[in-house]
């Protein structure tokens, strides 16, 4: 094992990898080296536990009925929503809308907030780096609206470029949009320090948690932003749950988005009155086991301690840069200051889905493309890059195994 500058962290990462029964297989024959986090992570057993919990015990719609099985599964229900306030320390459980994920929350908010506030000639701004769900919406906003997109660009490091970001927002500017952390370079923006600049010039704002929530404490009040979305598959919960947070002010001035049940007060064919937050945008039968697995996997994050885990995965990427630019012909694609578990990387002379190829056939998971991000790829000049992105399950070990499979890609390809 590669010796690191730093000492190893106390954290018992063996301790916490036994949570993990999807770590322990092999993969071709060799143990499985999971470093495709940011498409999404595995999950512990208590997620899974609590999921077939509700299945086997709990299972009745929330909200609607009156017997035990319905009150139960919507006191779990619920308990997920104030767990998430908790985790985002967000001031009422009414800021919280459980979405299929952070793209439809973002789409949520452009389709409601967005429509009910921009107009002709205003200005929607998003950065170089964001993923398409907080590209796209806003494009099909500004095309409907005949507003006009702006885009903050970045620097060779991948950071954002404050002063142009600041000169960019003007009067006119409605939505600033952001990530806290790039999907395709590892970039952690200065999101409070942007919000506070958007805010200066009236602007709302989003933030694109999806990449953040995995690795590092979300506090709303402290950022301060007007919108936050995350999806909980790469929060080590399930899929097809996930989360916008919204000021309950500006959440209670947004007209709904999809109709339907839950989200009404009362129906009549010639009107209907919507129902209190969050429920106005939750229409239909909600993801019940997924909202109570998100829930579980929170407390299970709670539990070990974000500074904890954004020590633990600091090290870690630290160990596994230095790695990385000890492979010869190996160049990274985002270099910031201030990254969060990414590793972006070009070979030279070898395209990055061979490798993403040939490392697999060794049982190591990584992803390669343009990681649905595709203007920031063409900012750097590269089609697409091979990206490793930790989580705190992740070792050093692993990120040797890494650096042995680049051997192996080079030899196939000498
Ligand atoms: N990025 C990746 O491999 P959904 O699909 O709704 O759960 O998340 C969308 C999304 C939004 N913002 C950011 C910053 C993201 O990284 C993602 C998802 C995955 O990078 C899948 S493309």
């Known amino acids: 094992m590669r010796t690191g500058t730093k000492t190893a962290s106390q954290f018992d990462v063996q301790r916490i990898r036994a949570d993990f029964p999807a770590l322990a297989q092999t993969v071709h024959g060799y143990p499985l080296v999971y470093l495709d986090n940011a498409a999404t992570s595995q999950k512990p057993r208590v997620v899974i536990d609590e999921m077939m919990r509700f299945y086997t015990q709990d299972c009745a719609n929330v909200h609607r009925g009156v017997h035990l099985l319905s009150e139960r599964s919507t006191a779990a ?24 994920g952070a793209t439809e929350a973002v789409n949520l908010v452009a389709q409601t907030y967005g429509r009910a506030n921009v107009g002709p000639g205003d200005e929607i701004l998003i950065t170089a780096l964001e993923h398409h769900s907080n590209i796209v919406p806003w494009q099909m906003l500004a095309e409907e609206k005949q507003a006009v997109l702006r885009v903050a660009p970045v620097d060779d490091r991948g950071e954002v470029i404050l002063e142009e970001f600041e000169r960019l927002i003007g009067p006119r500017t409605k939505i600033v949009a952001l990530a806290h952390v790039s999907n395709a370079l590892g970039t952690i923006n200065p999101a409070a320090e942007m919000v506070r600049i958007a805010h200066r010039e009236g602007a709302v704002v989003l933030v694109d948690g999806a990449q953040a929530v995995p690795h590092m404490q979300a506090d709303m009040r402290r950022l301060d932003c007007d919108f936050y979305v995350f999806s909980g598959h790469k929060t080590f919960g399930p899929t097809g749950i996930g989360v916008l947070y919204g000021k309950a002010a500006l959440l209670e001035a947004m007209p709904p988005w999809q109709g339907g049940g839950d989200m009404i007060r009362s129906v009549t064919f010639e009107k209907t009155l919507y129902n209190d ?41 630290e160990y596994g840069t230095e790695a990385l630019l000890g492979v010869e012909g190996v160049r990274l694609i985002g270099t910031a200051r201030k990254k969060a578990a990414v590793l972006s990387f070009v070979m030279e002379g070898v395209h990055p889905h061979d490798i993403a190829t040939i490392l697999d056939r060794r049982g190591i998971a990584i992803r ?24 705190f399950y992740n070792t050093r070990q692993e990120i040797d195994a890494l650096v042995e499979g680049l051997g192996w890609v080079k030899e196939v390809f000498a």
Request: proline share 4%; hydrophobic share 40%; charged share 20%.
């Open 77 to 100: 229900y619920e308990g997920a929503r104030e767990t998430v306030r908790r985790f985002l320390n967000a001031r009422s459980t009414r800021e919280i809308v459980f979405t299929r």
């Open 277 to 317: 937050l969050p429920y106005k945008f939750e229409a239909g039968t909600p993801h019940i086991a997924g909202a109570i697995g998100l829930g579980a996997a929170l407390d299970y994050m709670t539990a070990i301690g974000m500074d904890r885990i954004a020590e633990y995965e600091h090290e870690l990427l």
């Open 368 to 391: 390669a493309g343009h990681h649905c991000a595709q203007p920031i790829m063409e900012r750097f000049g590269v089609p697409a890059t091979s990206r490793v992105s930790l989580a």
